[in-house]
């Protein structure tokens, strides 16, 4: 399995999934890590409008479409950042992967928190925007 991971630094998760730099993703066989590696975020809509020149990202922004950031993760049975917009995680869980909002704030200790069995959701975190 592939669990996608939303991350500027490849240490630290990102707090707002949409606006991540990219995803440290993680292959997961026999519930051992077999490789990693960093993907760029160049299809998330709230990443590509960030880059613009004066765009003043606003939350009520409801019609914009998540197809390109779920097409981009589809190799990815999970997804786990520290926060997403409820439309988002709908979204995951509809294309059939597991959206995870977590309080960790390490890549590596959200891979081992996985593993372990330990890794907690709290979808009731999400932006309600």
């Known amino acids: 399995m592939k669990i996608g991971i939303a ?3 490849q240490k630290q998760i990102a707090a707002h999934f949409g606006r991540t730099h990219g995803f440290m993703v993680y292959e997961v066989i026999e519930g051992r890590v077999e490789s990693s590696t960093y993907r760029e975020n160049t299809f998330s809509a709230h990443r590509m409008r960030l880059e613009q020149p004066g765009h003043d990202h606003q939350h009520g922004e409801h019609n914009h479409s998540h197809s390109a ?15 997403m917009g409820r439309r988002l995680y709908d979204d995951f869980q ?24 330990k890794l907690v959701d709290h979808p009731e975190k999400g932006c309600q925007h």
Do not use: F, H
């Open 7 to 9: 991350s500027d630094n």
């Open 69 to 83: 950031i779920v097409a981009g993760l589809s190799d990815c049975q999970m997804i786990i950042s520290r926060g």
């Open 94 to 117: 509809t294309a059939g992967i597991k959206p995870v909002i977590t309080d960790v704030e390490d890549v590596n200790e959200a891979v081992m928190a996985y593993l372990s069995d």
